[in-house]
């Protein structure tokens, strides 16, 4: 019961504080426009996509193959590129590594490695089952279920490539330290961030377009007119990259806002559905982002959205994610024509409303 009263006050408190930068504190996710493309020098290649249409007339773009014509595999590379932030505060450096030893005695890097995003678990959503397979692809055969359960051999699979580790010493100009959520963690510019990342990926000549970069960093939350943004997706020209971070357990075992594997699980889930290459997707209610919808529900159930798996004996926490329905397809292809992936259904706490199509924004 202490817990959960530590962790109420803390969101309380959280959402009352204001950030360095003079913005309110509050856990979001965001998506930055592309950006004209300074990696002419990579190979040629593609991101595998497909194209569908809503009702509406709406075109979308996703990673992967047409479930409704194919009955294949798709595998994209993923290069996990940690990056140690290292913040100057009155004249002390602190660094937040992606190295830095969890609770089963293994890195966070490793823990990323081993997680659901990337081994596979069996998922059984409302009496369905999806497979066995990782969390973004079981997201993705769920949201297309009808073309699915005939086509099985249907799976868009992500495979990690752990690059090393780079240090970024961080301007004081850009960034900070703060107590957020119960976490000791770096505050830093997205912008300046972004920059650094746009610099330093033509540099990864073994990254192509064909794959998605992907940046890793420890207890960092980036900010922007406020903190606190747990992750962001966005595209470099023709080359789509994410960047997230890997939250661990605040004072008293609270659980933050990012925790481990919830800012990934909700950026690859609209990398996945809303890549941003070649063009931005829409709907009736705005971009497949399909994380944002959840990301504000509340309570110690399912705090911002996450849902608890164990794998290898560490518990990982996933966020839900919004399928297709809510998005307003018609036809309806998701599995048990559900909201969400977890078949969430009725006013979720945090909400004002019960959830239906598009009622929490995107």
Known sequence: MKNLIALSALLVVACAAFAADGGPV?????????HGGNNNSAPAASLQEWTGTLLSGTTFHMVGTDPSTTNTTTTINVYVIPVNIC???SGKKTCFDPK?????????ITNVANSPIFQNLDYVQTGTDIGNTQYEDAFQRSNFWS????????HVLLKPILLPEVTLNVPTAYGTISTDFGVTAANVDINYLDGQIGIGLPKLKQITPASLALIMTYDTYLTEGGCCIGGYHSANGAQTY?????????????????????????????WLDDPLTPTQNNSPCGPLEVGDPLENEKGTLHNYG???YTLNGFTYHL????TMHYFGQ????????????????GQLPGYSQPIGECTYGS
């Open 242 to 270: 994410s960047e997230f971070t890997y939250a661990a357990p605040g004072s008293g075992g609270i659980i933050p806002f990012s925790a481990d594997v919830s800012a990934l699980s909700h950026e690859l889930g609209e």
């Open 100 to 108: 830095t030893k969890q609770s089963n005695g293994a890195s966070a």
């Open 319 to 322: 966020q839900d994610l919004a």
């Open 147 to 154: 073309d699915v359960m005939t086509n099985t051999n249907y």
């Open 26 to 34: 509050r856990p979001r996710y965001v998506v930055l426009p592309p």
């Open 87 to 89: 913040v100057t505060v």
């Open 330 to 345: 018609s036809p309806d292809t998701v599995n048990g024509g559900n909201w969400t992936f977890q078949g969430q259904t």
């Open 306 to 308: 996450d849902y608890t």
